[in-house]
C-alpha cells in the first residue's frame, strides 16, 4: 500500500522558514516526478513547486527565489524548504507524486500557518 506522509509544518513568524518533508512507502519515488501542492482556505489547490525524474525544477511565481524543492531518491523522500514566508503562505501543504497525467498519489497535508 503507497502512502506518503508530510511533515515540518507549524506556526512561524512572517520572515521565518520551514522545511517541509514527505515520506514515502510502498513506491519507488526515483521513478516519477514530485509536487509540491497548497491549499488555503476558500481557494483551490495549487502547484507551488515541482521536481522531474531528471531534477529539473518548476516553481510558481509567487515562491521564487524563496522556495527550493529537492529530493533524496535514497531516503524516498521530497522535501521543500520555505524561506521568506509570508502570510499569503498559510494554507495547508501537499505533497503528490505523479504516476501518469491521470493517476497520482497525494498525501495527507501538514499545515504551515505565517502569523505575527
Known amino acids: 500500500q503507497v502512502q506518503l506522509v508530510e511533515s515540518g509544518g507549524g506556526l512561524v513568524q512572517p520572515g521565518g522558514s520551514l522545511r517541509l518533508s514527505c515520506a514515502a512507502s510502498?513506491?519507488?519515488?526515483?521513478?516519477?516526478?514530485l509536487g509540491w501542492y497548497r491549499q488555503a482556505p476558500g481557494n483551490q489547490r495549487e502547484l507551488v513547486a515541482s521536481?522531474?525524474?531528471?531534477?529539473?525544477?518548476n516553481y510558481r511565481d509567487s515562491v521564487k527565489g524563496r522556495f527550493t524543492i529537492s529530493r533524496d531518491n535514497a531516503k524516498n523522500v521530497v522535501y521543500l524548504q520555505m524561506n521568506s514566508l509570508k502570510p499569503e503562505d498559510t494554507a495547508v501543504y501537499y505533497c503528490?507524486?505523479?504516476?501518469?497525467?491521470?493517476?497520482?498519489?497525494w498525501g495527507q497535508g501538514t499545515q504551515v500557518t505565517v502569523s505575527s
Open positions: 521536481i522531474t525524474r531528471v531534477r529539473t525544477t
Open positions: 503528490k507524486c505523479i504516476l501518469s497525467p491521470l493517476q497520482a498519489y
Open positions: 510502498g513506491i519507488v519515488f526515483s521513478r516519477y516526478d
